[in-house]
């Protein structure tokens, strides 16, 4: 049975920074498709940033060069460090996972794409 349990989340004031982990586990070693979403009040779910089974990684427009995606094989946890956070950045983050080694794909853009998800942590950027 797949579990993904997020941790690190918190408030910060504009231009502050998070570390995001999701612990993973009944996960097959390289065998997923993982990633982080996020929900604001009164908003879609959207996807944030994904990564494959072979380390190759996607992020949406608002986040490039600000958050990076990463994760530890080893351990099975997934991370996503947020630097220069903005109030817009304020949200549920969400852990999710896709039986799929690869991202490839509007698909895996998708809430839709995912077939686990973890609890959330919740993110609050002050100004």
């Known amino acids: 049975q797949v579990q993904l349990v997020e941790s690190g989340g918190g408030s910060v004031q504009a231009g502050g920074s998070l570390r995001l982990s999701c612990a993973a586990s009944g996960l097959t070693y390289r065998r997923y498709c993982m990633g982080w979403f996020r929900q604001a009040p009164g908003k879609e779910r959207e996807w944030v940033a994904i990564?494959?089974?072979?380390?190759?990684?996607a992020y949406t427009d608002y986040v490039k060069g600000r958050f990076t995606i990463s994760q530890d094989n080893a351990k099975n946890i997934l991370y996503l460090e947020m630097n220069s956070l903005q109030p817009q950045d304020t949200a549920m983050y969400y852990c999710?996972?896709?039986?799929?080694?690869?991202?490839?794909?509007?698909?895996?853009?998708?809430?839709?794409?995912?077939?686990?998800w973890g609890q959330g942590t919740q993110v609050t950027v002050s100004s």
């Open positions: 999710v996972a896709s039986s799929t080694p690869w991202c490839s794909g509007s698909r895996y853009r998708l809430p839709a794409g995912y077939d686990y």
């Open positions: 990564i494959d089974s072979f380390g190759t990684t």
